[in-house]
């Protein structure tokens, strides 16, 4: 079995983006300006900013975060995006989701330009991704497809299984892999909670992505000898044995999967840090107006 090193592979990338920003400047270029907007205090998007602003500071680019309170209506929040929508300094912007549930993040994603919506959530950016069109995607599948790129997976003719079926993983990493390109032409099968024996489908999987959000939930006799597994869940687990007493695990049991696969990314340091890499990898195509 090998093991497909996201932590490696990001670095990789972000070393190369890197040089890209020194060449840029070189030629009298501004850095590229990423901008995340953060409504509220959950812990777990605070992480994720954080780590975006670092992942900024790290390949030279400008990275601001907008904070807003979780009293904020979506009216303002709306007239936020308009600003950084005409901002000419910020190349691109997410909004950090999950917004408060008195906002409706569809009606947020709907007003961020298509221009500058880095994270490939906007129905523009999704439409043409499904038609196989330059876009920014997503950035999870997109990180999965450059590990998987950088690890010389073969795609083509292959069965490809998704469980999963979200708007930000489940669903764009099937589309991705069914389209007619190098990186995909998979036969693709999507699971979800009202799928009748999922173990059926998963045994026929040459390659099976876990996008399920829930922990362990692929086992040993769920998937077939040798097939190439990527584990996007991330879950904190209570475990009496570690200093925490408790430990970040996937959506796969790894210590069993792992000796009947031929490749798995583990958890942590497989599907994360691409994730990022990725956010950033779309911010310099936006920087470069690659799709306009
Ligand atoms: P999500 O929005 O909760 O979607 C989960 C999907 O799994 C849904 O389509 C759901 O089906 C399906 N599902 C749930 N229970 C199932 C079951 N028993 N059998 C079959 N399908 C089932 O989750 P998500 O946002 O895609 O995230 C999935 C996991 O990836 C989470 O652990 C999340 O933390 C992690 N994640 C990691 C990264 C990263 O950078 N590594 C990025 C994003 C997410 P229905 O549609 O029928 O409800």
Redesign the pocket.
């Known amino acids: 079995m090998e093991l497909i090193d996201g932590k490696k592979i990001a670095a990789d990338i972000r070393t190369e983006i890197a040089a890209t920003v020194v060449e840029l400047g070189k030629s009298g270029a501004r850095r590229p300006h990423l901008a995340a907007i953060l409504v509220g205090d959950d812990p777990a998007s605070s992480i994720y900013v954080g780590g975006k602003e670092k992942a900024c500071k790290e390949v030279g680019f400008d990275g601001s975060v907008y904070r807003y309170p979780a009293s904020t209506t979506e009216a303002e929040l709306l007239t936020a995006v308009g600003f950084l929508n005409n901002d000419p300094d910020i190349d691109g912007f997410i909004v950090q989701l999950p917004l408060p549930a008195h906002i409706n993040a569809q009606n947020v994603i709907r007003a961020i330009n298509p221009a500058k919506d880095v994270d490939g959530f906007h129905p523009v950016n999704i439409g043409k991704m499904t038609l196989n069109l330059p876009s920014y995607l997503p950035a999870?599948p997109f990180g999965i497809l450059e590990l998987l790129k950088r690890s010389n997976v073969e795609t083509e003719g292959k069965n490809c299984v998704v469980?999963?079926?979200?708007n930000?993983?489940?669903m764009p990493i099937s589309i991705l892999l069914a389209r007619n390109s190098k990186l995909g032409n998979c036969t693709v099968t999507i699971?979800?909670?009202?799928?009748k024996d999922?173990g059926l489908v998963t045994r026929e999987a040459d390659i099976l992505i876990a996008?399920?959000?829930?922990p362990h939930?692929v086992t040993e006799e769920m998937v077939k000898p040798g097939a190439v597994v990527i584990d996007?869940?991330?879950?904190r687990i209570p475990d009496p044995k570690s200093k925490t007493g408790n430990r970040i695990v996937g959506?796969v049991d790894f210590e069993n999967v792992a000796n009947k696969c031929s490749m798995i990314t583990p958890v942590p340091g497989g599907?994360?840090p691409m994730?990022i890499t990725a956010l950033l990898l779309n911010t310099l195509s936006a920087f470069r107006k690659d799709f306009d």
């Open positions: 999870t469980l999963g079926r979200s930000i993983v489940g699971c979800h909670s009202r799928t999922i996008a399920v959000g829930k939930f996007v869940g991330i879950h959506d599907v994360g994730t």
